[in-house]
């Protein structure tokens, strides 16, 4: 067809000719263009799918073989003719149609999209799902998502359709489960499963889940941007509280609440399509995620999911800002909130849930030990000076350090001088005295683990031995260095 493409343009080039209009439409057209001209695979086509044979085969059966016998068709035809018609198939279509679709076809084919009838656009998506002109289902799958693509601009009603076919595509072929990324909102589901697997899940996938799905968006808020570790350590908290609130006083779980109930499901895949389904299946499973999944038993598919819709909570999105408003009174954010939520319960939970981790906190700071460098080369002179105090003249001559320390020159530290602290010196002085040295410890919000192995690893140097030890639980003195360990704490 091409070398008659080239004569017609040849001819058209005569000056005696090409200057002249002589109507609306080319003087000279290709044979394939003349009105009553029909491709030859057209006529075997009307011809041989009118026979008797195929009167008993079912409207998708009929379809599928069809589209198998006109797969690898080209055409190109310059008098389109409209077609409408609500499930369309070849059968309905007279040869003005069917030469009208199979250019298009072979436009979009080449990546060339151009406005036509609905119901051409929704006939090559009926042959993309029944894989009819591609490899594999796969290159099916891609296919239907650059229609997709490359004629959304020009309709967008076939978003609907192509969203359900895609992701249908993928779970009955069995195609690899990241192509169904943008098509199911696969990062909500994800999201949606940290919170209903909330026991086995850290905080920081439960604050990630909750900003996700919370119509109220913490990353927004300006006190959590300040305290961004607190609030998400306590958001976690809250909604762990909250899950097992329910859990144990509600009727419904707290994932009931939110997701709605898991179901399983008969499926019937591309069931609003024309599509030819032979009904044999062996028993297989697909698995988007863990709550997600398709599985075959005797011949029949069936679903096994939450029916996510996608959309922000706006119940969750209210205990979160609650949560951010009683931080905010909690920890004197010049920006207060004002109350919104509804239920006393939640509110109380929340606030006991914020009071407890703003202790726990203070405890764990209490707990810090805090070592002074400053303070160590004053040690290691008053060392020094009870070290050339206990050696003898012996020693002197030699020049060696004593290996004992002789008890009676201890006493004379005093408080000043000593290694230990304020508080270290008060709980030896309990200990030694019989005191109770865990009130004192927990007075202080001390751990008596913490200040006894204190104690012995600042006198380590001047006893060489450890001077409290433990027996069973109880920390006690070792009665050979009681009356040195006194002297220390000016007993």
Not at 353 to 369: L, P
Not at 458 to 485: A, H, M, N, Q, R
Request: glycine share 6%; aromatic share 14%; net charge negative.
């Amino acid at each position: 067809m091409g070398n008659v493409n080239d004569i017609i343009e040849l001819v058209m080039a005569d000056s005696k000719i090409g200057g002249k209009v002589y109507s609306d439409e080319p003087i000279i057209r290709t044979a394939s263009n003349l009105p009553n001209f029909v491709p030859e695979r057209i006529t075997e086509f009307k011809e041989h799918f009118s026979e008797r044979e195929y009167l008993g085969y079912s409207n998708s059966k009929k379809f599928y073989v069809m589209g198998k016998f006109m797969e690898d068709f080209q055409d190109d035809y310059d008098r389109p003719k409209s077609y409408f018609c609500y499930f369309p198939t070849y059968s309905q279509m007279d040869v003005k149609q069917l030469r009208t679709y199979f250019t298009w076809r072979t436009k979009v084919r080449k990546g060339v999209f151009v406005e036509t009838s609905l119901s051409y656009v929704y006939l090559y998506m009926y042959e993309l799902i029944n894989l009819i002109g591609v490899e594999s289902a796969e290159d099916g799958f891609l296919a239907l998502k650059r229609l997709y693509e490359g004629y959304c601009n020009i309709d967008k009603s076939i978003k609907r359709y192509y969203r359900k076919w895609a992701a249908e595509m993928v779970i009955y072929y069995g195609l690899p489960v990241g192509l169904l990324d943008g098509i199911i909102d696969l990062e909500y589901e994800n999201a949606a499963n940290a919170l209903i697997d909330y026991e086995n899940r850290s905080d920081d996938e439960l604050y990630s889940a909750i900003a996700r799905i919370s119509s109220y968006d913490p990353e927004k808020s300006a006190f959590c941007k300040k305290n961004h570790e607190d609030f998400s350590a306590v958001t976690a908290a809250v909604y762990r509280k909250w899950a097992e609130y329910c859990g144990s006083r509600c009727k419904r779980s707290l994932s009931e609440r939110l997701f709605g109930l898991r179901l399983k499901q008969r499926v019937y895949f591309f069931d609003d399509a024309v599509f030819f389904d032979n009904g044999s299946y062996p028993d297989c499973e697909y698995i988007v995620n863990e709550n997600h999944r398709y599985f075959c038993a005797d011949g029949k598919y069936f679903s096994d999911k939450y029916e996510f819709t996608g959309k922000k909570s706006s119940e969750l999105g209210a205990v979160i800002r609650e949560t951010d408003r009683i931080m905010r009174v909690e920890y004197g954010f010049d920006k207060p909130l004002s109350s919104e939520l509804d239920s006393k319960t939640l509110v109380k939970l929340i606030t006991g849930e914020v009071k407890s981790f703003i202790e726990e906190k203070k405890q764990q700071e209490a707990r810090i030990v805090r070592i002074d460098p400053s303070l160590l080369s004053g040690i290691r002179q008053d060392a020094d000076i009870i070290r050339d105090k206990l050696m003898t003249d012996e020693d002197m001559s030699d020049d060696t350090e004593a290996s004992e320390v002789i008890p009676g020159e201890i006493s004379g530290i005093s408080d000043e001088s000593s290694p230990l602290d304020e508080n270290e010196r008060e709980f030896l002085r309990l200990m030694l005295l019989g005191g109770d040295f865990s009130a004192f410890a927990a007075e202080r919000q001390l751990m008596v683990s913490v200040l006894c192995d204190c104690i012995n690893e600042k006198l380590f140097e001047l006893f060489g031995d450890t001077v409290i030890e433990y027996i069973g639980d109880e920390p006690s003195i070792i009665e050979d260095y009681e009356e040195e360990l006194k002297g220390i704490v000016n007993l």
